[in-house]
């Protein structure tokens, strides 16, 4: 079991760049300032392009570890700019209006940037376990 969070922005001249540096920002205001992400082309359905983004390492910092899988690089989720055919079936203007989607498992960011061994940690309702992360405004 995970969850996985899916979201997406809409309005004229949203471009490609507004999609990487939406999820940069949101990356590193949870991992730190210091991380760099990457983009990998890749398939989704309803995208058009597609891309896979991966966040360098939390524990090795890019040089390769265990975690990583001597990679240097985290898989975190899913991304792309919204499919024109999209926009289309919903009677939206896809030359009036653009905008990109993604998708990324809540639990693996929590993961990571808690260091945590197990996911099932977090579903066993273990208030001692769950106490030691304070609500954060
Ligand atoms: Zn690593």
Same mark, same amino acid.
């Given at each position: 079991m995970f969850h996985q969070i899916e979201g997406f922005v809409i309005d004229k001249d949203i471009s490609m760049a507004d999609m990487k540096g939406i999820v940069? =920002? #949101? !990356?590193?205001? @949870?991992f730190g300032q210091d991380l760099s992400i990457r983009l990998r082309p890749s #398939?989704? /359905?309803f995208v058009e392009p597609g891309a896979e983004f991966d966040l360098?390492?939390?524990?090795? =910092?890019?040089? *390769?570890? =265990? @975690?990583?899988? $001597?990679? *240097?690089?985290l898989e975190i989720g899913g991304l792309g700019m @919204?499919? /024109?055919n999209v926009f289309e079936k919903l009677g939206v203007d896809s030359e009036e209006y653009t905008g990109f989607a993604f998708g990324f498992g809540i639990d693996r960011i929590a993961m990571l940037r808690? *260091?945590?061994?197990d996911l099932r940690q !977090? #579903? $066993? *309702?273990?208030? !001692?376990? !769950?106490s030691q992360f304070p609500i954060q405004p």
């Amino acid at each position: 079991m995970f969850h996985q969070i899916e979201g997406f922005v809409i309005d004229k001249d949203i471009s490609m760049a507004d999609m990487k540096g939406i999820v940069d =920002r #949101f !990356l590193k205001s @949870i991992f730190g300032q210091d991380l760099s992400i990457r983009l990998r082309p890749s #398939f989704f /359905p309803f995208v058009e392009p597609g891309a896979e983004f991966d966040l360098q390492c939390v524990k090795c =910092r890019g040089k *390769g570890c =265990r @975690i990583c899988k $001597e990679t *240097g690089w985290l898989e975190i989720g899913g991304l792309g700019m @919204i499919h /024109p055919n999209v926009f289309e079936k919903l009677g939206v203007d896809s030359e009036e209006y653009t905008g990109f989607a993604f998708g990324f498992g809540i639990d693996r960011i929590a993961m990571l940037r808690y *260091g945590l061994a197990d996911l099932r940690q !977090l #579903f $066993e *309702g273990d208030q !001692l376990f !769950l106490s030691q992360f304070p609500i954060q405004p």
